[in-house]
């Protein structure tokens, strides 16, 4: 489980495809510190397992073919820059809310305003996924918990403002309108869907 607070971004330093999928190697700092092969990071907002790595300097994972298929993983290309965080200790500080990890779908960049030091960012959400969000609950975008500052449901788009702090420790100052992110939102909605339905049944 993680909480969506990155603790660094880390860089595609090298990418292999194989007939099962795809290796990445991520350059990292602090994530890459006191690993072990089987843990878990957080890439982006999906949830990989570290199969190798270097003491401080990179750790690899690998993609099998249907994360490559429901995630935006397979296009990056090397030098590009993603959003780590390590799973949650049992004893570790909850700042974040409940991320899985597991991403739902991919959401597009619909607009970006700059506010004073602030950012606005707007995403627009596919089909159907408008009705796990409510305004001032939790969203993961790329693995950042986010608060919805506002929502317009029926178009599917929801806005976000981001603290220049989170600006400028993510990817989030890379970027740019079209751009597609990773939307998990939150598992409590998916699980009051399928109490409530469970019930009606």
Request: hydrophobic fraction near 40%; glycine fraction near 8%; charge should be negative.
């Amino acid at each position: 489980m993680f909480t969506g607070i990155v603790e660094e971004t880390g860089e595609i330093v090298a990418r292999e495809r194989t007939d099962d999928g795809l290796r990445l190697r991520i350059g990292a700092d602090e994530v890459a510190t006191g690993l072990e092969h089987g843990q878990s990071i957080s890439v982006s907002g999906v949830c990989l397992t570290v199969e190798r790595f270097e003491e401080g300097a990179w750790f690899e994972v690998f993609l099998a073919t249907e994360t490559v298929d429901r995630t935006y993983l397979g296009e990056l290309a090397e030098e590009d820059t993603v959003n780590l965080e390590r799973a949650m200790p049992a004893d570790g500080r909850f700042d974040g809310h409940v991320v899985q990890g597991h991403v739902d779908a991919v959401a597009t960049v619909s607009n970006i305003e700059s506010v004073d030091e602030d950012w606005f960012f707007e995403f627009e959400l596919p089909a159907g996924y408008g009705r796990y969000v409510v305004e001032k609950g939790s969203i993961t975008l790329d693995g950042i918990s986010l608060t919805v500052a506002d929502l317009d449901a029926d178009d599917g788009r929801v806005t976000v403002a981001i603290i220049p702090t989170t600006y400028e420790l993510t990817t989030l100052s890379e970027k740019e309108p079209g751009d597609p992110v990773h939307l998990e939102v939150d598992v409590l909605a998916k699980y009051v869907e399928r109490l409530l339905e469970a019930r009606f049944e």
